[in-house]
């Protein structure tokens, strides 16, 4: 219990290279980077994540539409909604607009001073804005690649 009143935790992965399947071992692009962060790491995101999933959730932080990150709603629920507006739409011969957004990329390009600047407006304080804040910073990887470090 004394190491998660510290709020500190190792934010070094190692990062072991698998070969895709049926790919040429010898072309880097066909890797797939596997992350192994010590245990303890592993189980602190757990408990942030679960705690802040639950707050924003009960705080209604979340649109109705929101899928992503909730429990109770998911993608199936979204696939299922734009099937339901293009039937509608094309019911009563009117348009239906989809934008479609690639965030595949988003968490590598996030503000991060300003995510923890509006998680302190939403009242996330103390010990769960400080794990937040070295998830987020200070990051280091090694590749392990045949018992050997970078």
């Given at each position: 219990?004394?190491?998660f009143?510290?709020?500190h935790?190792?934010?070094?992965?190692?990062?072991?290279?698998?070969?895709?399947?049926?790919?040429?071992?010898?072309?880097?692009?066909?890797?797939c980077?596997?992350?192994?962060q010590?245990?303890?790491?592993k189980?602190?995101?757990?408990?942030?994540n679960?705690?802040?999933n639950?707050?924003?959730?009960?705080?209604?932080?979340?649109?109705?539409?929101?899928?992503?990150?909730?429990?109770?709603?998911?993608?199936?629920?979204q696939?299922?909604?734009?099937?339901?507006?293009?039937?509608?739409?094309?019911?009563?011969?009117?348009y239906?607009?989809?934008?479609?957004?690639?965030?595949?990329?988003?968490?590598?390009s996030?503000?991060?001073?300003?995510?923890?600047y509006?998680m302190?407006?939403?009242?996330?304080?103390?010990?769960l804005?400080?794990?937040?804040?070295?998830?987020?910073?200070?990051?280091?990887?090694?590749?392990?690649?045949d018992?050997?470090?970078?």
């Open positions: 219990m004394r190491a009143n510290k709020c935790f190792t934010n070094l992965a190692h990062l072991n290279p698998i070969v895709k399947a049926q790919k040429d071992a010898s072309i880097c692009g066909h890797f980077p596997l992350s192994l010590p245990c303890f790491s189980l602190i995101f757990r408990v942030v679960r705690r802040l639950y707050y924003f959730e009960c705080g209604s932080y979340f649109s109705r539409t929101q899928a992503d990150f909730c429990k109770i709603l998911c993608t199936f629920y696939i299922c909604h734009l099937e339901k507006v293009i039937r509608h739409s094309l019911a009563t011969c009117s239906c607009i989809a934008v479609f957004f690639d965030l595949s990329c988003a968490y590598d996030i503000y991060q001073l300003g995510l923890l509006k302190s407006l939403m009242c996330i304080k103390g010990k804005l400080h794990w937040v804040q070295d998830f987020l910073t200070d990051w280091t990887f090694q590749v392990l690649l018992c050997t470090l970078s």
